[in-house]
């Protein structure tokens, strides 16, 4: 195993050429897996189908280059504030020159799962089964987790006639799909307790979550797949991972890619010039009262949905730090991170020991 | 003179609660003069009426508090991404205790202007001269001006009707409006030659700038209206301006703040938590091709206003160096920064020396 | 008691010069009642601040005019498609020649309520109860009621903290305040049996319906406010109401203004071009499954509000059967008029037997 | 030549399914030309890429459905109001069975126009000689021409640079490629003057329209696209058009279904009872005061594009008229109808003669 990360920009949804031409550079008999996770641009409305497009092109890209082996796609939609849209291609291959050193990579998906497994304890434990398959996959222990990207089904309005009350309350939000497989990976990573991971947790207690998630959801998926990130060996470590306070928690997001250094920001800098980093992936959340550090904000009081205003505020904060816009910035952390916090996860290119 | 600056909150366009108790809380017999700068929240559409709420309210509120002296009040839409709905308040009274030491404020407003004067030479005329008073009403020099806020009016299609070729392409425009302004700033404060300064640069020539201006148009006034804030004396600047390269140049927004020191991001950080910055400005703008750092972003291909985006991640990054919300910022910067950049300008309540 | 009926044109929401003008060309001393049912311009977002500008500018004119007497005001957001921006303005004064004859208005305010007593039993007998004292009030019987308009309170989310599961489920839900009001509305006009219009009917029940209620929530109040229109003594009725089957019935819409004639569009034209009419109200309903008449349609599936699509719709067919734009159409019939129809309401100026 | 008509249903752009089905049932062998007309769903943003999902969908079906005859695609966004998403596919066969008695089609594409060529005399010439090639491949004469459907080259702001001030002005403007395109239809159809119908009437002779336009723009072309419609022989004829006076004209859009009869409201009602009507497309303009019949409308000033508003009003007003959604309706009438005014055309099964 040896994982390779590639980004690829993207002039409008139906344009993967970019993503093309980095596939057919590599040599894909030699590719074992793909990832791809990207942004997707678009007004990320109800009829939105840039999603669908995307999906396409994507797709007819891996089929033109060749590319046989199984590969999971995680798109996320709207690229407000200065997201450039695009995303990264994680190829693992048997050439071990490619890869970075050290960075391991593992998938897994559920069984195909029906309206009455959805929002409730079974989501929680088909995430948490698939997550620790996953990461037997990825070849690593628990603790070498970095990062579980999840995606989920959501559960419609039109698939929970005749479920519980607690589902059909539960169902058309996101929010409650991503909270259940949220609560999954807490479980399967050991940092939320087996008794408090339950079904009654959905929505409700935001005090539980884990540290190292990041889940998305849509109809598109009746399964859960997952794609783990995470550190082989003892070297320096390929990708990290870390909770953040609010989204304007420069420090904190500093830290996380630098480590706990004198001079977080700083040190950033010198390895953003030295071209160190690889790839970037946040989930942003907001506390739900809208303030933030105790002023009133319109994030949930105006005509733009909330995750736009939280897209385009971290992909600002975030950019600032990193003098980048090629980020993957993607909105919703129930569960994922403390309330109004967020989770950023970075991959280096040559990781450095640096705590 | 003396000038004192007061930070009040809105829950809503037509709230001015927390502006009649400061306003109450002084005495207004001793004041000479207001202005108040504010952001208001709403859709920023063309039917978006909060603004008209808005001034109601603050005319509504000086009346309560008995304010007979004369007020300017510049209102900017949007609360995009995590701007606090608000504004400041500068008094000008006789009571020295109150002020800040060294701040300078002049206001001025041109005669009421025709249609066909607007967005032409006459136009930049206007706001040179209706500046050159302000500066003078002040009290300062040229080069002790900080910052010239101006509300110019904007040339509407009907009204447009029958003027010149030039004028007829530019109505309807509030980047036509706001460059004539800015080009007859830079010519007041001596920042753009006087030759150059014309009709014929409106729209058209990027690279001549003022440094100091802060512009808005609308259809609210037909006059050229202007605050100026300077530093009056040799003691320690009350307040400060500058220029940044881009939407995400935090280290040139930090120093502005700071000062040309070491570690600019550390310092703004220890002024924060003393509670040194009374007030922020921020003008921004995007390079016109839509990319930042050399990649895409969707800025000018969305279905969201450029405005919204700029707003939202300007409020980020200058959230995150502040650690606060409660700042003003306006997108729009045409002759007021290069291409792509900004001005930022801040209040300090107890000023030092820190060049 | 002898009531007239104006109509006023706005070129903004803060515009009321033309009601200020109807108001001061009556004898305001010989007015014991005013209501105003008017429709504002603007997005109808959470950040439209229109109505609270709308509601300002009226009470300043009703000020203006010297009106003391007691005014209900009913205001609607959305001036979509081709519905002109105004109201209508009925005026109850002894002066008998100024009204339309056999024209009756009544008029009745509940208790201010409590969160607790909304979206369930208590909110519809509050409305049976507070309907019962409006047509006593217009002094008629109850099948002389032509329609009943009611503006309920709204219950938030705020407001429901605490409350019962199904109060919270119903919070923020405008359907479910309207739905409450009518079921109490159907009950006081005898139109629903009281073992039937309870809580459980609440948004579950859609065969149970009044025929001749109109039917607004907001937050703006904290009472159900009832405002009754019909027809006194055995003459001619000036106000006909009744149920249309979709929004495009035209055949319905033109029967219920024209009554039951051979050709009642083209009775309708006759009506029009006499300029008999004095005044329009729709209540505009849509299929939940989003068909008409067997068709998809996306206007429980696009980017805008399923009432843009309504309004906009509506104004067209009900502009186009009557020749004008000068209507008040409304968007949310739950429990006023059979699933995906609606109600219309029409003042006559010159009643005419025509039955 | 036999042309046959047939609807499609979409339960998104990305669903031809239907439209397949379709064209699995004919025997493409005997198939020479198709012609494919369809409102795609959507938010018609800049963002929007459902159109490009739906090109890929009806390409892909053509595909699958093993159609190689030349296939015209003109594909318009927007379902607004009770629009049903879907379209009409016109195939032109050899099986004479199959088509509407005396309906004629005819194509012609011009070649490839450099953006010099477009928005002024050549753009107008290059339609006039393309349509004059479709009527003439549709072996009719000029006057049983009953309407050309044209897709017209957008000359975009990045293409216009370089060009003249006119071309300039009217870069980016989808109404001045719309007009261009429509003076040249009237030029081919002898509707307008030769002399008239130059560079300079663009934009600003209203009163220069062809009778029998419907045009269309956008980037996805560089030439002009037509298809022509029309009636052969001295039978009945199968396809009528017309003009209205405006939105509401719902006479004068009776009058173009059923003729010149006593109740064209009623001939239309017993039309559609006997299912004679295969297809109805729109072109929608409106008054540039906004006002409709003397009163304010918010088309013009409103958050929604004046098109969003168009659309519904004219898909309830056609709606009601039919009694069914599955309709064609399009903005933008410029000199394809008089000032607010618009364009209406009826495919009929089995033509009769009723004028």
Chains 1, 2, 3, 4 share one sequence.
Do not use: W
Not at 226 to 254: E, Q, Y
Not at 287 to 303: E, I, L, Q, Y
């Amino acid at each position: 195993m040896s994982i390779a990360v590639f980004r690829f920009e993207m002039s409008g949804p139906g344009d993967c050429s970019a993503l093309l031409r980095i596939l057919k550079a590599i040599d894909v008999e030699t590719v074992s897996r793909v990832a791809i996770i990207a942004k997707t641009e678009g007004p990320a409305t109800v009829n939105d189908f840039g999603r669908a497009l995307a999906m396409q092109a994507i797709r007819a890209a891996l089929g033109q280059a060749g590319v046989t082996a199984p590969a999971q796609v995680i798109l996320s939609m709207g690229c407000e504030g200065i997201i450039s849209p695009g995303g990264y291609c994680l190829v693992d291959s048997r050439d071990a020159a490619a890869g970075i050193d050290g960075l391991a990579m593992g998938m897994a998906s559920s069984e195909p799962m029906t309206p009455a497994d959805l929002v409730n304890d079974q989501h929680i434990e088909a995430t948490r089964a698939t997550v620790e398959r996953a990461i037997e996959d990825a070849g690593i222990a628990v603790d070498q987790v970095a990062v579980v990207f999840a995606k989920s089904p959501l559960l419609t309005h039109a698939m929970a006639v005749g479920l519980s009350a607690e589902q059909q309350r539960r169902a058309n939000r996101s929010s409650s799909a991503r909270a259940a497989a949220a609560l999954g990976i807490g479980l399967a990573l050991g940092e939320i307790d087996a008794n408090l991971a339950c079904s009654a947790a959905i929505d409700e207690s935001p005090a539980l979550y884990s540290h190292r998630a990041m889940v998305f959801s849509g109809t598109e998926t009746d399964r859960v797949e997952i794609i783990v990130l995470g550190n082989r060996g003892s070297g320096p470590k390929p990708v990290r991972s870390g909770l953040f306070a609010d989204l304007i928690d420069l420090d904190g997001m500093a830290r996380i890619v630098a480590g706990n250094v004198t001079d977080p920001i700083g040190a950033v800098r010198r390895m953003t010039s030295n071209d160190a980093i690889a790839a970037v992936f946040m989930k942003a959340g907001f506390a739900s009262d809208g303030k933030m550090r105790g002023n009133r904000t319109t994030v949930f009081a105006s005509d733009l949905e909330p995750d736009k205003h939280m897209r385009a505020v971290a992909s600002g904060v975030i950019g600032a730090l990193l003098g980048d816009t090629r980020m993957f910035v993607s909105g919703g952390a129930e569960h994922q991170a403390p309330a109004g916090g967020g989770v950023l996860a970075v991959i280096f290119n040559n990781p450095v020991h640096h705590d």
